[in-house]
């Protein structure tokens, strides 16, 4: 199932993603017979009610999309979508997560995962602008795979870990490293208002298959310039997601953002920064395809 959230008259609602179009979420579930109590309109709140059972669900929807005209949202070339998950509350970020990414960084290998965060304002959609080059002139490409929590995760054990999470997407996680370097601390090249775009769906690992065996690339204006695979990571997900739980209590909605690979813009020769009007693309196997362009600077 690919899950995404759209623009509606009424506000940010939760879809579903069936090859081109985009399906209501909660009235599909209303006509599966799946719906239980509560309200269902956003994508996280979703999760906290299915985040158990989202294979069941998603044979229930995709059986119903083509018979029920009052889900039939519209083409998705004609649909706004958002942030898959406008209101996490929490996104984290692992850091130096690929070998050659922290050879070319020339830092030591991390016995743990590096792990920093991000918030919601800083998180845009698949067809938004990314933002920043009105405070940066040093914005810089990170292709990643995201995470998203589907259900409770306190303290649980890496053999588990997976069946926590519900779903994965594309993240482009956009730094600005005049402000990344000007400390010792991260936050500030990595927090920018609308800098970090991710969707467009989140695809639930029934459709995806092994997450830590998927082919990355990221393209900047149709040139590749990143490639791995997240069999290559060093912290693998599972592990990820147990390292996290152990000291915080992850939430159904939760991002996670598993680290970049070799090739950043700040450790080329010359480095190559992102202008205005450059589009960058993060490409995932079996999860999709993130193209965004870099907005003017706004007064």
Known sequence: MKIVSYEHESGIRGGVLIEDTVYDLELLLQGSGQAVHGATTSVREFLELYGDRLEAVSAEVSALAGHDPEAHVGARAGVRLTTPVPDPSKVLCIGL???????????????????????????????????GARVSENLDFEGELAVVIGRRASEVSEEEA??????????????????????????AGKAIDGSTPWGPALVTLDEVGDPQNLELATRVNGIEVQRANTSHQIFPIARIVSYLSGFLTLEPGDVIATGTPQGIGAKRNPPVWLEPGDTVEIDIENVGLLRNTVGKPQP
């Open 97 to 131: 997560n690929y070998k050659d990414h922290v050879a070319e960084t020339g830092r030591a290998f991390p016995e743990y995962p590096d792990v920093f965060a991000k918030f919601a304002s800083t998180m845009v959609g698949p067809d938004d602008d990314i933002g």
């Open 162 to 187: 997976l069946g926590y999470v519900a779903a994965v997407a594309p993240l482009n996680d956009v730094t600005a490293r005049d402000l990344q370097y000007r400390g010792t601390q991260w936050l």
